[in-house]
């Protein structure tokens, strides 16, 4: 029989950008008693956090929640809202945007992929200067949609998703706005209604602070609409049926209940704290990481101050370094998971998460054991990225909650 | 804030045909830590899983697990066998066969619903007879698929899924042959490759007890041969990447980490125990709970004695009570929940769930329940049917534990 | 390595007069993370905790909580209180009762046990007449204290403290009265200042629904003053120094933090439900149990129905029957466990626990188990007591919570 | 209601020398359901604890479990072995030998109380040489016992029992030789038989990792010896019945069931990792901790590197810094508890705990808070203390388990 408590002693950092570490009290909320999902203590739970959901995306607007993991809530976006054959407009900004822009290919739409030339696309954030450069050669409006990532957890960049709606604007373009803000969400600001996007696709084990398992569809009025006419078949993840069902409360088929408790919990608990100050304290550990890879000499994988990503940073290794042998010295040695380098960056850079149920101890932990294996690992140092990173924890208070 | 402890004392109880109760122990294995999905531990771990799982559905060909719930699984079975248009023969047992049926036409295939005339199709199983009929007169092979539920959960009837394959075979026909045994799996028994089952599909909190969010799909080789030129668009559902992925324990996405330590958990108590000991426990549940009904002088849904479910019963009200207003009072009166009549079914019947994480006296406190809620909503009974079900479980021990 | 999860499916029924089952909201509560007993948080929680638990005893005296089970608070009792020689007046209720006295005696006090005759004693409550005569003989005041057991958990004999305390008044005799009620606090009504109690004695693993480990003494003026110059040898015990440490919230010693977690948390389940309503859950759950006895043709430990206990009942089995068989029977075949007979009721009877974590239909699963095993043991029973017992709930129902 | 989870996000870092954090493997075995203490089942579970507990204390002997907190069996060793008026021989080494001292007068006993002169004896361990020539002095052989605290948890010195034995044999004197250990076992070296130890003294919220509300005593056959005789009252600490049930696996009243699950588990992961290599963990951390002091160029409480002890590590504040406005700094900005300075020592250092579910980046996080709260409080470090940790522990890894 399979051990499932595999270290011997302490707690595991889980320092990966998402999964995030689960607070207990989202644990402890998710172990109680799973309850008829269509009796009425089910429909007053589902009403509450039907309610409260739409104010972290901060829209007034329906937020579909799926008993599916994010990947489906991708699926979901461009099964509502395209046709087969439907022209998309893809942008690369790292590995994630990649994986999205192969599955469009797979349901059939014909994405298109833009981005900067060779890694650059991957070490800054969306160009909406480029985005409208296309948009305005599409004078026939054949693009239905245009698709971006906002935090990008492959790199750690935070796309300006409001000038990407500027773009679509300026470009007089009717094409729909869709977002992945599946790292983004809770940590990182975000505003569905005032940037004007269409469908915000979220999930739930990484600002949300629960396991992974559920996922999530902002959906603006002109992406409800365009769900009526679009024919890519849908079923599983059609809106139409749940967002009839979810006016009492319900879903139109069994919903992962215990999951639906601990986001009930993981509302009240970034409400209790303020929103605005939640998404603070991950500025502030982001502030204090980076100023950690500055004292160690290294380079951080985001080139564009302007979007460095306040969720995860990518720690980019000399030239002759296996970041996936770093990596697994810090495993084995401190037994801290960080997360690899995907795709193009595989190899060359790791990323730290700074999310979840962390604190500035926490995170000076996992600085330690960044510290402590890259000099095992042999990767030259300037200087201590632990004593940067405290002494600028310590110059730097949060202001006291609420 | 919402309160999510509705009941001020007391354990409530949850006789509803799925979610089934979960066993404290599987909501403990459930609050471990999320780990790194990309691990080295999660790779074990997955690739125990995949092991173990596979004598569930007594198959030697591979399962695939989807962080979903069951209704996705369902329309992973059809995206992944299935082109648009393709004609497919489903059978109509109840309110699931229906949802079924009516999601296939939303994906955009062309189901045709058999079935016993009126209301019988819902008190009796599948009709092997029926199929073979239908299959003989499909000479040029059109149908590409039978769909048919294993266990109707809104019925609480166990159709004969050998008799199926046999009217296949004697049909002569090559249709891929879909099995929802989502209520089914672990409390009834199955047999995915001596059955001849292309695809099975199942989930998580029915007899493995889990809470909702976990689905399967076990697929035979000519399933999967299928798959690759089936054309309905699939991502998140198909099986290639998934199957791929799966050869070292790993998933293409991220899997739902907790929910899969609770399968884990659910695994060791079920073979703990003995897959044939909790097939066997559940059928002496179904026996008892059967003597209550007989000895009220009250109706059993399924009327057909050899496709009795083990799962779960349906109880049929006298004409003139509408049977959710005795649910209403049960719940309110003894804080348990009952299964609603659904679909044709609607206020005709209850139903009584017998799987979970239950014991003999779970179920006497259920009839318990059942009875006294039913002399308060002025159902006529004949006698107590707890006092027959106690009996029945007093002079029908189970062979002791293995 | 133990198993410690014995029972292959469903949850144990613990119907025991104590440990009684603890709600998952306490063990929840009690899965918090241990804090330090000298910061600043645990004093917050000791002052809360130390305000609420007054009112379950009914008091504005202080209360004293050990961090050790029921017996300790026994010889807190005796230690502070009284000197080496010290005469005190016990009754014998039954089997605690007599415990209490053997502790006297080792204590080195000279306790005069006084009772019913023969086994009547056991049957009935405290005489009040008998202590009030007794009081009177003693001119001298050479007795010190009075010790009764207000719910004695071997019989299920809730005495009547008030007159206990009449017959020291009419006496006009100046000892201490002391009281336990173990088993009886917030489950069966209790007034420690209005009956002018002197020291209280409980513990956390009955009505408080907590797991044993915890214990109490409320304390009037005169017995802190009597604790003064009392010379047993006392330290852990001793008042004073917890008394004054209790001011701020903390303890002199080490406490039982996540005990008193738990403490929290039930608590406020009993004030959120409402104590009065509390108690008259017990009443009519064990006026339900009776019910049943009733209509098994079989007699009840205690025979004056003015002190049936709300906590527990005791059911005499027939003289050729050995009570202990009958519970090894149920015990094995349902999974139920129920309190022996204990010192002169060993094989006489049984005892029925109807407190903790409970509801009617636990009520009704363990009626059917103590059943359907008397049947299996031979036990000639009149009639159904399950339906009896069924009939007087759904007749008596409760008043909505507060 | 107060609200129990008082830290905003992450978790807090309790790094007081005990309670120590709880792992949640240990966590999750106490939340299992409460049994019968009368059962089958909890025979099974008390005699599997009282064979593995002897292992921890390296004796064949039997281990007195109480239901009780640590001071608890203080007094229980002090109660079984002595009678009023007895003179015992009792060493000062800091805070909790003084509490010990004041108990023993309080029970009514002779303590004479030795040690090194002003406040020497707070910076070293027992001095046996004087407890030698002490005996000597004592022709008449009236001293019945001695009485040594083996780690002192106010200082972080580990002394030397061994040393202490010898001494009383040198002196061929006939005193029990009674030891505290309630924070040092599981984390420092203890040999209970092969010392000569009479009662061995010790508490589960240290090195066994659990919450308080349990302790022990382990006893030799002269001390049960001297139990039959001894004439201070004792009932509930009494030996001798507990003794008697736990042949059985019980005990005479109430354990505190849920702990016990707590404490087999603890036992579990103990052996399951090897005790030697859980007492070479703890000596590696403090040697880390220790770097990290030096570092800081700062002075550790204890002068005698022979005696540092493995559990804890007094720091200690300059001259003009009071050491309790540190720690407050240090728990308001990084959440972080570090224990007090108690008595003597109080605002002169604080205590750093490095015992219970910890690992090196635990130890690196406390040490981070030490050293940027220590900045922010003024106190002049010469170094970095975690990176002199770091070093240290990536220097010196552990050998593999086992």
């Known amino acids: 029989m399979l051990k499932l408590d595999f270290h011997p002693s302490g707690r595991h950092f889980l320092q990966i950008p998402g999964p995030s570490p689960v607070p207990d009290r989202i644990l402890r909320a998710m172990s109680l008693p799973t309850i008829d999902h269509r009796g009425p203590e089910f429909g007053a739970l589902g009403l509450e956090?039907?309610?409260?959901?739409k104010k972290v995306f901060k829209t007034e607007n329906p937020v579909v929640i799926y008993p599916a993991s994010g990947t489906g809530a991708w699926e979901a976006a461009l099964a509502n809202t395209l046709s087969p054959g439907d022209k998309v407009l893809m942008f690369e900004t790292g590995h994630f945007a990649t994986l999205w822009h192969k599955m469009a290919l797979r349901l059939g739409v014909e994405p298109e992929f833009i981005g900067l030339p060779g890694y650059e696309g991957w070490r800054h954030g969306v160009q909406a200067d480029m985005i409208e450069a296309r948009l305005e050669e599409d004078r026939d409006h054949e693009i239905q949609a245009v698709c971006v990532v906002h935090n990008e957890t492959s790199t750690g960049v935070t796309s300006d998703i409001a000038a990407v709606r500027r773009a679509i604007d300026a470009a007089g373009h009717p094409a729909l706005l869709l977002v992945d803000t599946i790292s983004g969400l809770a940590s990182a600001d975000y505003h569905h209604d005032e940037w004007g996007v269409d469908v915000t696709i979220s999930g739930s084990q990484?600002?949300?602070?629960l396991p992974p398992g559920m996922s999530f569809n902002a959906v603006s009025d002109k992406a409800i609409a365009a769900s009526?006419?679009?024919?890519l078949p849908k079923s599983f993840w059609a809106w139409d049926e749940i967002l009839e069902a979810n006016k009492n409360g319900y879903w139109p088929y069994t919903p992962n209940t215990n999951l639906l408790y601990g986001l009930n919990e993981s509302l009240d608990m970034l409400f209790d704290e303020g929103l605005e100050h939640v998404l603070a304290r991950h500025q502030r550990w982001a502030a204090g990481v980076r100023q950690a890879v500055h004292a160690w000499g290294l380079d951080i994988q985001c080139q564009d101050p302007a979007v460095y990503s306040p969720v995860l940073t990518g720690v980019v290794m000399p030239e002759n370094i296996d970041?996936?042998?770093?990596?697994?010295?810090?495993?084995?040695?401190f037994d801290l998971s960080l997360g690899t380098g995907l795709g193009k960056a595989k190899g060359k850079m790791f990323r730290i998460g700074h999310l979840g149920d962390c604190n500035d101890l926490t995170l000076v932990a996992t600085l330690g054991g960044c510290e402590a294996g890259m000099k095992l690992a042999g990767v030259p140092l300037k200087g201590s990225g632990v004593v940067a990173a405290m002494d600028y924890f310590a110059e730097h208070p949060l202001p006291s909650v609420k």
């Open 323 to 333: 970041a996936d042998d770093v990596r697994k010295i810090i495993y084995e040695r």
């Open 206 to 209: 990484k600002g949300l602070m």
């Open 49 to 53: 956090i039907l309610a409260k959901i």
């Open 228 to 231: 009526r006419t679009a024919s």
